[in-house]
């Protein structure tokens, strides 16, 4: 089973306080961005990259995709304000596929076995997203004070990627669209539609690179990784 994956490239990067798009910063003398990359021109299911970005960025990103040897990237459409417009505006130029992926260019260790899990969950039920058990002991609070402790097996820390049947994320983003509605992932908008998402369990190694001490666990990662 084939996909084509989007990946939101179009951030600024304000919680990591580099002064410009955190994807650009290396880890282990690579930029994040190609980490990312470098994960799905390998994947063989993976057909073609849509990679948004921000119009000003968008030269320095086709520099480095040549100098990588990124060959995948179908397009580089321009991202929007919110996470949702940047995908949203990839999703308008991708023809039909079997399965799309949604996954945070600023996600660089996501590996092939879960990648391929999430194809085929999405395959069979229409809709997978990776996640990963709550560790710690939850607790909801307002105002300071506990009001409960949440069940914890219940709970579950969603990352992406996150995989769909093409007609029912196109679905849900024309009615996200249409209503003004604006969620934090992509499953947000299934959900909405009433359809199933089914969680795959993936690793807690798969981490979202979004401030300075992200940096020191990603190298550390990566470190291990070489061994
Ligand atoms: N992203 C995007 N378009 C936006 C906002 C975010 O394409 N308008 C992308 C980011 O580049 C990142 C992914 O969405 O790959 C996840 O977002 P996040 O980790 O929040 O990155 P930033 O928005 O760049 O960081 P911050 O929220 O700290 O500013
Ligand atoms: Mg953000």
Not at 34 to 49: K, M, S
Not at 133 to 159: F, P
Request: proline share 3%.
């Amino acid at each position: 089973m084939q996909y084509e994956v989007v990946l939101p490239a179009a951030g600024s990067g304000k919680r990591m306080g580099a002064g410009h798009n955190k994807l650009f910063l290396k880890l282990l003398e690579k930029p994040i961005l190609i980490h990312t990359l470098e994960v799905f021109q390998q994947d063989t299911l993976c057909t073609g990259i849509w990679l948004a970005v921000k119009p000003e960025e968008r030269l320095y990103i086709q520099t480095m995709l040549q100098e990588y040897g990124i060959t995948k990237v179908k397009s580089l459409p321009a991202g929007g304000v919110e996470r949702q417009h940047s995908v949203h505006s990839c999703m308008k130029e991708m023809e039909q596929v079997d399965i799309v992926l949604v996954h945070d260019a600023a996600r660089p260790f996501i590996t092939h076995d879960i990648i391929a899990n999430l194809v085929q969950s999405a395959h069979t039920y229409g809709a997978a997203i990776a996640g990963v058990r709550a560790k710690d002991t939850m607790k909801k609070v307002r105002n300071g004070v506990i009001e409960e402790t949440v069940d914890r097996d219940s709970l579950w820390m969603i990352q992406t990627p996150q995989a769909f049947q093409y007609d029912l994320i196109v679905e849900a983003e024309d009615v996200a669209e249409k209503v003004g509605f604006l969620g934090t992932d992509e499953a947000m908008l299934v959900e909405r539609l009433g359809h199933a998402v089914h969680i795959v369990e993936s690793n807690y190694e798969n981490v979202k690179i979004t401030t300075q001490e992200d940096l020191i666990f990603g190298e550390a990662i990566l470190r291990k990784r070489a061994l």
